[in-house]
T-cell receptor, first 114, second 117 residues
Framework: KQEVTQIPAALSVPEGENLVLNCSFT??????LQWFRQDPGKGLTSLLL?????REQTSGRLNASLDKSSGRSTLYIAASQPGDSATYLC?????????????FGEGTQLTVNP | GAGVSQTPSNKVTEKGKYVELRCDPI?????LYWYRQSLGQGPEFLIY????????DSGLPNDRFFAVRPEGSVSTLKIQRTERGDSAVYLC???????????????FGPGTRLTVL
């Protein structure tokens, strides 16, 4: 059974800092990995999707990397801003019979202080 | 609409009642998913539709939960004899059909917050 772990559970940084969020998964047989952002009381906003054949994806100040063989992904946020404050979730889509589903981590709650 | 929509946004019900939650996927997305998110947790998979049929319902917790998608677009999640433990945010997502699974990015709706008193 796929398990996804995110470290740290919570992170507080001053504005302008670069930061890294970590995600690990136990089964490396995945189609892709997605990073999401969730604001309080809201749904999920997709940030980046990395296919299993890719090593990284970039969007603006965000860069996500994937090391499939070791079961790890990182989300790098450059020059953090207070508006980046949210919970960040990673999720993997497995290759097995139930490969349609996303398996999520519990998220990292990020606070960027002005 | 441009995104996935869900109604109602909030639903308060009493223990033992029946509830229906609705999801409108992005136009053209044949795949539709339901997830459930408890406070402080990541979403957990419930059921997946490809077109009108439930391709994977292994995440439904018990037979009180049922979902339909009769015309391959709108889906309804139905919960019978609700229990306090059913209180959570119910999220719906949709994705494009693709022969390459790696490209199937899922887009989520805002969720329905269900509270069972």
């Amino acid at each position: 059974k796929q398990e996804v772990t995110q470290i740290p559970a919570a992170l507080s940084v001053p504005e302008g800092e670069n930061l890294v969020l970590n995600c690990s998964f136990t089964d490396s047989a995945i189609y892709n990995l997605q990073w999401f952002r969730q604001d309080p009381g809201k749904g999920l906003t997709s940030l980046l999707l990395i296919q299993s054949s890719q090593r990284e994806q970039t969007s603006g100040r965000l860069n996500a990397s994937l090391d499939k063989s070791s079961g790890r992904s990182t989300l790098y946020i450059a020059a953090s801003q207070p508006g980046d404050s949210a919970t960040y979730l990673c999720a993997v889509r497995g290759e097995h019979a139930s490969g349609s589903r996303l398996t999520f981590g519990e998220g990292t709650q990020l606070t960027v202080n002005p | 609409g441009a995104g996935v929509s869900q109604t109602p946004s909030n639903k308060v019900t009493e223990k033992g009642k029946y509830v229906e939650l609705r999801c409108d996927p992005i136009s053209g997305h044949t795949a539709l998913y339901w997830y459930r998110q408890s406070l402080g947790q990541g979403p957990e998979f419930l059921i997946y539709f490809q077109g009108t049929g439930a391709a994977d319902d292994s995440g439904l917790p018990n037979d009180r939960f049922f979902a339909v998608r009769p015309e391959g677009s709108v889906s309804t999640l139905k919960i019978q004899r609700t229990e306090r433990g059913d209180s959570a945010v119910y999220l719906c997502a949709s994705s494009r059909p693709s022969g390459r699974e790696g490209l199937n990015e899922q887009f989520f709706g805002p969720g329905t917050r269900l509270t069972v008193l």
